[in-house]
T-cell receptor, first 114, second 113 residues
Framework: AQSVTQLGSHVSVSEGALVLLRCNYS??????LFWYVQYPNQGLQLLLK??????LVKGINGFEAEFKKSETSFHLTKPSAHMSDAAEYFC????????????FGKGTTLSVSS | DTEVTQTPKHLVMGMTNKKSLKCEQH?????MYWYKQKAKKPPELMFV???????INESVPSRFSPECPNSSLLNLHLHALQPEDSALYLC????????????FGPGTRLTVL
């Protein structure tokens, strides 16, 4: 079975500071990993996806994530936070095994202060 | 275009009412999903349709009844709901039921009185 752990339910940064949101996964087969963002009262928007093509994945809005198999991690980063980045972020995992659903982490709330 | 639309945006219903949520996509996706999301929680999978056939039912109570009339449309029929069913209901679609990216709609905010 697959699982995802997001370390830190709430992360606070200042505008212009580095954003680091942590995600560790567990999977017995090669994983497919996703980061989604959710703004208040909205649906989930895909930030980026790892499919084994490249370990460093670039997404929208300046975000990127690096897949590290040795650490079973897929942390999300952005060099400089913007006020508009304040939202809920979900890491998710699935595999290509039949019947595997998309498993979400519990989410991390990102706050950005001026 | 990666848009999934959902109607209505908000819904308030009594416990004896019957209502339906609607989801539509025109991306040619053949897998469609219903999720339930409570405040400050991740989405919980309810149902999955693949090629218009129910593929996954995550032990959802029978007061929730899904329907997939065609490859672009997904409905969720609601009847005799409880106040604890109040939540954001999200629809998503993907090209196939596999590792393909799921694209989410904006959700329907449901309140059961």
């Amino acid at each position: 079975a697959q699982s995802v752990t997001q370390l830190g339910s709430h992360v606070s940064v200042s505008e212009g500071a580095l954003v680091l949101l942590r995600c560790n996964y567990s999977s017995s087969v090669p994983p497919y990993l996703f980061w989604y963002v959710q703004y208040p009262n909205q649906g989930l928007q895909l930030l980026l996806k790892y499919t084994s093509a490249a370990t460093l994945v670039k997404g929208i809005n300046g975000f990127e994530a690096e897949f590290k198999k040795s650490e079973t991690s897929f942390h999300l980063t952005k060099p400089s936070a913007h006020m508009s980045d304040a939202a809920e972020y979900f890491c998710a995992v699935t595999t290509n095994q039949a019947g595997t659903a998309l498993i979400f982490g519990k989410g991390t709330t990102l706050s950005v202060s001026s | 275009d990666t848009e999934v639309t959902q109607t209505p945006k908000h819904l308030v219903m009594g416990m004896t009412n019957k209502k339906s949520l609607k989801c539509e996509q025109h991306m040619g996706h053949r897998a469609m999903y219903w999720y339930k999301q409570k405040a400050k929680k991740p989405p919980e999978l309810m149902f999955v349709y693949s090629y218009e056939k129910l593929s996954i039912n995550e032990s959802v109570p029978s007061r929730f009844s899904p329907e997939c009339p065609n490859s672009s449309l997904l409905n969720l029929h609601l009847h005799a709901l409880q106040p604890e069913d109040s939540a954001l209901y999200l629809c998503a679609s993907s090209l196939r039921l596999s590792t393909d990216t799921q694209y989410f709609g904006p959700g329907t905010r449901l309140t059961v009185l």
